[in-house]
């Protein structure tokens, strides 16, 4: 058997009758920027998100950008973030020239350890910027009463856990502003490049729109110096398409998570995710840990199972940002998991056959 890392598979099967229909329906139209479409879509996307607006943008990283840049962070201004993610949330805060201050994540969910957030908080801190790593929602609650006391903004990097939760509140709807990337493989993807941001402040929302567009609301009226940071037509018509699927497979997700934990309960050798009361998951990520990552995935992959590693090099380690001087030790956990952790095979459409042949495959690995 072989079990790719990812597959579109099972999605394109079911939707390529609706995709052809699409770019028909796109090409007679004849408009192709910032339609119809994207209308439709960001109405849709705000109404899943349950926040009063989206703005369709160009990609998640961009949509952490026009964040930052719309809230008027920059120079001198101080952004606690993660020091484990992927390291677009780390240059979205470069690109506006502010500081970035990582802390680090909780050890049993991976998401920014709330509890050490406060030691960080100075007279220059302006925003928290918690990323919902994996698929999972961060506890939205200790962030938010943070921010409350410290009178901070909240930007929530919601680009791996569209439709996860904290106490039923959906992620993207807690911050002032939300980015979300729709990158091809994300719980929602695109057929290219596409992301959104989230927000209930209507300001906010004109401030984006404008940046997003030359700076301009007006054609040829320009009020700031902005970016072209459009959503494509095309892709967003594509996006309602696979909006109305993604709680399914979100379930599908779930389910898949449900069969690998039940399967290697049994295997003292892995540590498994899990996920903190009052969150949900909607599992971006499946994540192992285990001291013998390496040899582990060359295991599966001579078994023809496909596993990658989220993220290899912490973002402090980065050549990126040796200008920074951080050195190996100054965040054990973010370097801990990063040795240590295993993306296994999760796809909507991946069966529990191909669950029980990884498992069977892990299981065979330690036994030796
Ligand atoms: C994918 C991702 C991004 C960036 O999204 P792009 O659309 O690829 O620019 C940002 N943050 C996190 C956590 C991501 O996983």
Redesign the pocket.
């Known amino acids: 058997m072989t079990i790719p890392f990812f597959s579109f598979k099972p999605q394109t099967s079911l939707l390529k009758k609706d995709y052809l229909k699409v770019f028909e329906r796109f090409i007679e139209d004849e408009y192709y920027i910032l339609g119809k479409s994207v209308q439709k879509f960001e109405e849709e996307y705000a109404n899943f998100s349950n926040t009063k607006y989206c703005v369709g943008l160009s ?6 950008h026009i964040a930052l840049r719309a809230l008027e962070i920059g120079e001198g201004d101080e952004i606690i973030v993660p020091s484990n ?2 390291i ?2 780390w240059i ?1 805060v470069s690109q506006v020239g502010a500081t970035i201050v990582p802390v680090e994540p909780n050890i049993d969910y991976y998401n920014i350890d709330c509890d050490l957030i406060e030691s960080k908080i100075t007279s220059k801190t302006k925003a928290i910027l918690p ?3 994996c698929g999972q929602c961060c506890n939205m609650e200790k962030i938010m009463a943070l921010a409350k006391k410290y009178s901070l903004y909240v930007i929530e ?1 919601n ?2 856990a569209q439709g996860a939760s904290f106490k039923q509140q959906l992620t993207g709807s807690f911050g002032d502003i939300n ?1 979300t ?3 091809p493989a ?1 719980n929602l993807g695109a057929l290219g ?3 959104a941001v989230t927000l209930n402040n209507e300001n906010h929302c004109s401030k984006v729109k404008s940046i997003r567009n030359y700076g301009s609301h007006k054609k040829y009226y320009n009020e700031l110096i902005g970016y072209n940071m459009r959503l494509d037509e095309c892709q967003a018509a594509i996006l309602s398409t696979k909006l109305k699927y993604l709680n399914e497979w979100n379930k599908q997700r779930n389910e898949i998570a449900d069969w690998y934990i039940e399967n290697l309960n049994k295997c003292d050798k892995v540590i498994l995710p899990k996920t903190e009361p009052d969150a949900t998951h909607v599992y ?1 990520l499946f994540v192992i840990r285990s001291e013998q990552r390496d040899e582990l995935k060359t295991f599966l992959e001579m078994q023809g199972i496909g596993t990658l590693i989220h993220y290899p090099i912490p973002p402090h380690l980065q050549k990126a940002y040796q200008h920074l001087n951080y050195k190996i030790g100054d965040f054990p956990i973010a370097e801990l998991l990063a040795r240590t952790s295993l993306s296994l095979p999760i796809w909507p459409g991946m069966t529990k056959e191909m669950v029980d042949y990884v498992c069977d495959n892990i299981i065979k690995f330690y036994s030796k």
């Open positions: 990609n998640g990283l961009d949509a952490l993610t992927y677009a949330t979205a990323v919902h790593l990097d680009a791996q980015a990337s729709f990158y994300k490049d596409a992301g971006h």
